[in-house]
Nanobody, 124 residues
Framework: QLRLVESGGGLVQPGGSLRLSCAAS????????IGWFRQAPGKEREGVSC????????YYADSVKGRFTISRDNAENTMSLQMNGLKPEDTAVYFC?????????????????WGQGTQVTVFS
């Protein structure tokens, strides 16, 4: 059945870069909207970036604009989040998620299928 598995998290210095990947199986990613979310201890899960399935637009949280880039590779059935210029406040568990139904806001409640998460720690 539908499965999402994140990878690429780890420890990085402030100003460093990481590339997170999400492998999809059991369904064709090309037919789904995609999103990356993160949650730090004691904080709500927030939308980092979302992209519609037609690739015509992408949303980025103000806190990551200019630093993070969302992408997909439909041929490989994967999605990625390139993170540059990392800051300590980017420390969180990062989740990939997908949804087939249309949505207007890049928020957790609009996505129905989730990966298990991968830890990103920016050490200062």
């Amino acid at each position: 059945q539908l499965r999402l598995v994140e990878s690429g998290g780890g420890l990085v210095q402030p100003g460093g870069s990481l590339r997170l990947s999400c492998a999809a199986s059991g369904f064709a990613l090309r037919y789904y909207h995609i999103g990356w979310f993160r949650q730090a201890p004691g904080k709500e899960r927030e939308g980092v970036s979302c992209m519609y399935k037609n690739n015509d637009t992408a949303y980025y949280a103000d806190s990551v604009k200019g630093r993070f880039t969302i992408s997909r590779d439909n041929a490989e059935n994967t999605m990625s989040l390139q993170m540059n210029g990392l800051k300590p406040e980017d420390t969180a568990v990062y989740f990939c998620a997908v949804e087939s139904l249309p949505f207007r806001l890049c928020v957790s409640r609009n996505f129905g299928s989730w990966g298990q998460g991968t830890q990103v720690t920016v050490f200062s």
